[in-house]
């Protein structure tokens, strides 16, 4: 007999159907959603930077025509995560990561309170686009884009590009120079129809043929774990078939390219949950979508990969993978891989413990039932036919999730990778 897994009334082989003809039709469409006029300044995408930091770097981001608001949004994610109490142990500080001989010569006092406090993200940010259009001043004349020779002074020093005519020959500024390009237009809010992703069918191809599989918090879809995975694991391994590698979490993934809006959505697209809906570093849960209002995620623990509706209340937003974008994205320091894994052990010891006591709850409970159920026997009459039943029946229900909305995701901060001080 052959099993057809019902997920919210809709049947896995009907749906496959109705999502290829979903995927082949706005893929047939595609063409006309990628046109338009780009012009004007550039605004941040929604949530990208973390509110309590947006208006500043939208505002440092325009000191001069060598940097724009996503730029230096990239710079900081590329240096910090943005987390203002950042310390590497090249001793670079704060959410720009300045070292102490940098920030004694360029550092500003941002807020106009008397102080420059490196760790003050009010006086750090304006810093480091202040650093930014000093360094572009220094290598003004030299040939060739004055964006890319500021980073390449940011990364290699003022004189190197002055030597060299431009950016000079060294890899490791070359790839700065690229990984900030690329990773600035994942900051930046659209002004034209974000292009589609050329590796959408074969992520979306991974996704379905895994529905039906166990969620396991932390699984990347390893023999090990069973081919189990949580959320961002599974989007993971999908564009990892298609030649793409993103980061391991969820709030990671989000820079992964341009974040199309959500009348402009595409299967492929990723899209994002959050509780947070003015930070990106807050979300929680992503899913592929597949068209049609639906995505396909590993939602939480007990539940399988499925299709779910993704628009609800916590929806945060979309990014349309990109090999620059992915490939871009920083990666974490042996310490902070450590962390990571420690929080994650801690973790799971937790649902471990969690998992034994209800068991150990549940033997209490069937013993109890057991002897209540030989004494009613002994005793006839003393309760309604059944009773035990709707007991136990009651305590399986409360064992389910309050909400099918409910969603659960990997824990992990940032993934940072400091540029070197130049």
Known sequence: MKKVLVVGGIGITTCLGFVALLFVGTLAAAGSLAGGAAGGAVALAKGAVPAQYQALVQKWGNLCPAINPALLAAQLYQESGFNPKAQSPAAAQGIAQFIPGTWATHGIDGNKDGVRDVWDPQDAIPSAAYYDCELAKYVKDAPGDPTHNMLAAYNAGPYAVIKYGGVPPYSETQNYVKTITDLSESFARPVTRVEPSQQAAQAIQYAQQKLGTPYLWGGTGTAEQGGRFDCSGLTQAAYRTAGIELP???????????????????????????????????????????????MIDAPRPGAVVRFSKMDTPDYFGATRVTAAGAEALPTAPAEEQTEEQTEEQTEEQTEEQTEEQTEEQTEEQTEEQTEEQTEEQAEPGEGPEGAAEAESGEEARREEPATPEGRSDEAGGPLVSRAPAS
């Open 248 to 294: 391991r979490v969820a709030n990671d993934q989000y820079n992964a390219g341009p974040h199309p809006s959500r009348d402009e959505l595409l299967p492929g697209d990723l899209v994002f949950f959050s509780d947070d809906l003015t930070n990106s570093r807050a979300i929680r849960h992503v899913g592929i979508y597949v068209g049609g209002g639906y």
